[in-house]
Each structure stands twice: as structure tokens, then as C-alpha cells.
């Protein structure tokens, strides 16, 4: 099954590469230094897919991760 966070994770690493997990990383530092802890915790929740995609065999990417 896949979510919307897991799309939005495989998007990520088709266009950062094996960068996409500390990018979604520096995003949420950003969203926290403003406050919006709420919009934080969905791309810590996202920088955590990005990492298990990285990981696993159903990434659409692989080459990227």
C-alpha cells in the first residue's frame, strides 16, 4: 500500500537523490524556527519514509536512493 507520505517520499528521492532525506531534514529545522511544529512533525515523518524507502526493494527509484 501507498500513501500519500510514501509518494510524496519516492517524488523526494527521484529529485534529491540520496540527498532526500536530509532535505526533508533541513525543511523541518526551517518549519520549526518559524513555530509550525505541526508541518515539522509531517516532514519528520517524511524524512523518516525517505530513510525506510532507501532501505527497502519497493523503492521506484532505487538507483536514486
Known amino acids: 500500500m501507498?500513501?500519500?507520505l510514501n509518494l510524496f517520499a519516492e517524488a523526494l528521492v527521484f529529485v534529491h537523490g540520496k540527498s532526500a532525506e536530509s532535505e526533508a531534514a533541513r525543511h523541518a529545522v526551517l518549519c520549526e524556527k518559524m513555530g509550525d511544529f505541526d508541518t515539522a512533525a509531517?516532514?519528520?515523518e517524511l524524512q523518516g519514509a525517505v530513510r525506510a524507502l532507501s532501505r527497502?526493494?519497493?523503492c521506484a527509484n532505487r538507483r536514486a536512493a
Open 42 to 44: 509531517t516532514w519528520r
Open 2 to 4: 501507498n500513501t500519500g
Open 56 to 58: 527497502s526493494t519497493a
